[in-house]
């Protein structure tokens, strides 16, 4: 049942469509994740003075907390497993791509706030069917915070957890009750966790995979290479073709999993930054699908194929190359950073599913949906693993397809919006040119 339901939720007609979003507004920008980094790098780390409720970093690291989660480990691990080591050359495409969709997302959302996240642009820009594809995408978003966002996370949490002796039970009445705490206090209370956990968590992760890296350095060349040639597999004819699409579908689906680009999610976590233009924070979207996908996922790909062994598969994957450098200690590492980054996404979606019931209902059911939280945080430590990713990414479906219908609607909008932008950028860097040139003479 779970698993017909995914195939139509979450198939490749859909993935299909994200890939073309991705493809869209790449080319319409101009591939601006390729031409102006320096923009949506700079954008991350300057910090604007008068914002709103919450920070641009603290967005950020929401944000961030919301896509880095046990996707980066677990999810780079399975996509191996299943699409082998050429999934990861389509998480690389997805990742890209998903900067230009996730830069559209955040200029419409900062240009439509009459409700939180996407909400506003998917109820503006569908014209007479706005109303029911906004409704749609806010029981989507309860949905999957639900299954995605909680079950999933806590699930691979506690496997993780299991492993440095600590039990089921426990891991699921204290990830509970973190969940409910922070669906009652919302974003303001969320950013609070996340803007110290994310940097945290990310310098460990980083630190370790490196570390990694550098012992199994001579297998470095051979790994970088098998991915290519996974990617594409040009041997066998047929099956040949048959692994090709597979890598293919693997990667796209868990990149996907990993960066949210074409789920909109993100969105919600810059609903409450003020002093920043729209572009500024599509800029910031482009920076958080880059250190999620490109440079996280990757590293974990290059660790696993550095020391893969042919007798595992799934999590274990990562586990056994980390051990394998680092002995008991690595093992402790990536088991921990398994829990954080689980952490950290609950804490993110946690805070997205409270927005999308607060849309359906007119600002109640906080306590309704806290108590829900903590339920499904509490739950997903207890079901099998297969099950919540069937059921996560279904929920990820329905966010999907009105957030892509809004996209596509509204394209014009965030190609007008970058180039009003730009042109306003020029005539800044004339004036400044011409002052300077007048002070030199």
């Known amino acids: 049942m779970l698993e017909a339901l995914r195939s139509l939720l979450w198939g490749w007609p859909v993935l299909g469509l994200l890939v073309a979003a991705g493809v869209y507004f790449s080319c319409s920008t101009g591939f601006l994740q390729l031409r102006r980094p320096g923009r949506w790098l700079g954008a991350a780390w300057r910090q604007p003075p008068g914002e709103g409720k919450i920070s641009s970093f603290q967005a950020l690291t929401a944000a961030l907390a919301g896509s880095i989660g046990t996707g980066n480990i677990v999810g780079v691990a399975a996509a191996i497993t299943v699409g082998g080591p050429g999934a990861l050359f389509w998480m690389w495409v997805s990742g890209l ?255 997205y599913g409270r927005e999308g019931l607060f849309y359906l209902t007119r600002g109640r059911g906080g306590t309704v949906y806290a108590v829900g939280a903590g339920v499904a945080a509490a739950l997903g430590c207890l079901l099998p693993l297969e099950t919540v990713l069937q059921l996560g990414d279904a929920m990820n479906g329905l966010l999907a397809l009105p957030n892509l219908t809004a996209l596509f609607l509204a394209r014009r909008e965030v190609r007008r919006t970058l180039q009003e932008e730009e042109r306003r950028e020029h005539r800044r860097g004339t004036r400044q040119g011409a002052r300077e040139l007048f002070i030199k003479f």
């Not at 950013?191 to 570390?211: D, Q």
């Not at 996922?297 to 696993?304: A, P």
């Open 97 to 351: 791509l998903g900067m230009g969709t996730v830069f559209a997302e955040n200029v419409l959302a900062a240009r439509h706030r009459e409700a939180a996240g996407m909400l506003g642009a998917i109820r503006q820009g569908c014209r007479r069917w706005g109303r029911p594809l906004a409704a749609l995408y806010a029981g989507g978003c309860v949905l999957s915070s639900l299954a995605m966002g909680n079950m999933a996370q806590t699930q691979a949490a506690a496997a993780a957890l299991s492993s440095l002796g600590v039990p089921a039970g426990g891991t699921a009445l204290a990830l509970g009750l973190l969940a409910f705490f922070v669906a009652r206090g919302g974003l303001a209370r969320g950013v609070k966790i996340t803007e110290r956990l994310v940097p945290c968590m990310t310098l460990l992760f980083l630190g370790a995979s490196l570390g990694v890296l550098w012992v199994f350095r001579e297998n470095l060349p051979r790994a970088v290479a098998s991915i290519f040639q996974g990617a594409f597999c040009p041997r066998a004819g047929a099956g040949g073709a048959a692994g090709a699409l597979l890598a293919m579908g693997t990667g796209i689906s868990r990149g996907v999993f990993t960066n949210e680009a074409g789920l909109g999610s993100a969105a919600f976590a810059y609903q409450e930054v003020e002093g920043r233009t729209p572009v500024e924070l599509g800029y910031m979207g482009m920076f958080q699908v880059f250190v999620d996908t490109l440079l996280l996922c990757t590293v974990t790909g290059l660790c696993i194929l550095c020391c893969r062994s042919p007798l595992l598969e799934g999590a274990q994957l990562t586990l056994y190359a980390f051990s394998a450098a680092w002995g008991p200690v690595g093992g402790g590492a990536v088991s921990l950073c398994t829990a954080l980054f689980a952490v950290a996404t609950l804490v993110a979606w946690s805070c």
